[in-house]
């Protein structure tokens, strides 16, 4: 008994000590939809074997250019982490360096069956750590709409 007591109370103690640690969490609905520069009117002679394996193709890409170096990298600059010496640490580091340790504290988990993916970002800061999560879902919104954008702008060229 005295020795459950002794390595319980040991296992509380440095439990207390050991520094608190928040997650915050934000969804994001994947639209795999492609651009339709010429109108909706243009069929898609896609099989729909096909347009399920493309679209899975899609869900993975998304997941890998949510979690990825660039979008990382315009969180940082957004919110000026790598100027944060609580968050970068005591010297001056790049933004790619600072990315890179951000995408340590990131987890992207697809929900099952859905087009959702939740965006968990864990870290000692807990105001902080929301505004990180919440500069993920708006910088891969913003770069989105920048791609589909720039393919129309492009379509509208050709088409010129």
């Not at 000026?80 to 968050?87: A, I, Q, S, Y």
Request: hydrophobic share 40%; aromatic share 6%; charged share 20%.
């Amino acid at each position: 008994i005295a020795c459950t007591v002794v390595v319980s109370a040991g296992v509380g103690i440095w439990t207390m000590q050991l520094p608190r640690e928040f997650e915050a969490r934000t969804t994001i609905e994947f639209d795999p939809n492609p651009v339709t520069p010429l109108g909706n009117n243009v069929e898609d002679v896609a099989d729909p074997v096909g347009r399920f394996w493309s679209t899975q193709e899609f869900m993975a890409t998304q997941h890998r250019v949510l979690a990825s170096r660039s979008i990382a990298e315009r969180v940082v600059q957004r919110l000026e982490l790598h100027n944060d010496p609580t968050f970068a640490g005591g010297s001056q580091p790049s933004v790619t360096s600072v990315a890179v340790s951000l995408l340590g504290h990131l987890t992207v988990a697809p929900v099952k069956d859905t087009r959702l993916v939740e965006l968990r970002v864990r870290g000692r800061n807990p105001e902080q750590v929301a505004a990180i999560a919440d500069a993920f879902a708006d910088v891969y919104i913003e770069k989105t709409l920048e791609d589909r954008v720039g393919s129309t702008i492009s379509a509208l060229e050709s088409l010129g």
